[in-house]
């Protein structure tokens, strides 16, 4: 999954290639905001989980007066067998205040999802989409997010919903001419989707990025993130590209 809710990739503190976590460059005309970029990374990481090997993930996005619709995806270079995703967001910012809601798709998923990958299949529990609902704030000097699964493939082993939801702190700062970012995430309850029993810690993760100038017109931006999951034990260390027009 990606990381990518509409506060993350308009503030570029996403992590989560990520959203999953890039720079972006938007167009405007007549107060429409256009984005159009890409991220190639060497491992795709969400919220602390690995979803994937070195992967494209392209974004499209659409703005009009805080109110925006952001197409973004993921698509694994160099293992046929990586899940293929597709996220649809719709948020609303006004001043530090964010809140959006996000359609997941996967052409796989584990339990009762769809074994053929189709897109426009909803069945309650025959889906590969999951729904989520996010809501946070930007101080400036650090923001917040909280995110909860609504409807979709998201349930527990009796059953019942599992509304698995994920809280996330972002601290920005500039250190030797370059842009980093810290996160902390963590899992307040049980759930199957970021395999915890319980409250967990499932993100810590330091990023730095820089554009790399090629031309004084012309400059492309790299970044690396190490980031850990003191959840489930593990670490990793990523690279990753963003292309932009």
């Known amino acids: 999954m990606k990381k990518i809710v509409l506060m993350a990739m308009m503030i570029a503190t996403g992590l989560s290639a990520t959203a999953q976590e890039e720079m972006v460059k938007t167009n405007t005309c007549d107060g429409i905001e256009t984005t159009i970029c890409g991220d190639v990374v060497s491992n795709y990481i969400w919220r602390g989980q690995d979803l994937g090997n070195v992967s494209l993930q392209p974004t499209l996005g659409i703005g009009y007066k805080g109110l925006a619709l952001t197409a973004w995806g993921s698509v694994g270079l160099t ?22 809601v996000t359609d997941y798709w996967f052409s796989l998923m584990a339990g009762d999802g769809d074994a053929d990958g189709r897109y426009f299949k909803y069945g309650s529990h025959s889906t590969n989409h999951v729904f989520e609902a996010n809501i946070g704030y930007d101080l400036g000097f650090a923001s917040l997010q909280w995110f909860t699964n609504f409807a979709g493939n998201d349930y527990k082993a009796d059953g019942k919903r599992a509304y698995s939801s994920y809280m996330e702190a972002i601290v920005p700062f500039k250190l030797s001419a370059i842009e ?13 989707q970021y395999a915890t029993n319980g409250f967990a810690v499932t993100n810590v993760a330091l990023k730095a990025t820089k554009d790399i100038k090629v031309t004084d017109t012309f400059a492309i931006p790299v970044f690396a993130q190490i980031a850990a999951n003191p959840c489930s034990q593990k670490a990793y260390l990523v690279f990753g590209v963003t292309l932009q027009p």
């Open 79 to 100: 293992n046929a067998a990586d899940t293929k995703e597709f996220d649809l967001t719709l948020g609303y910012t006004v001043g530090g205040f964010n809140i959006g």
């Open 180 to 192: 980093w970012t810290a996160t902390a995430g963590v899992v307040p309850f049980a759930s199957g």
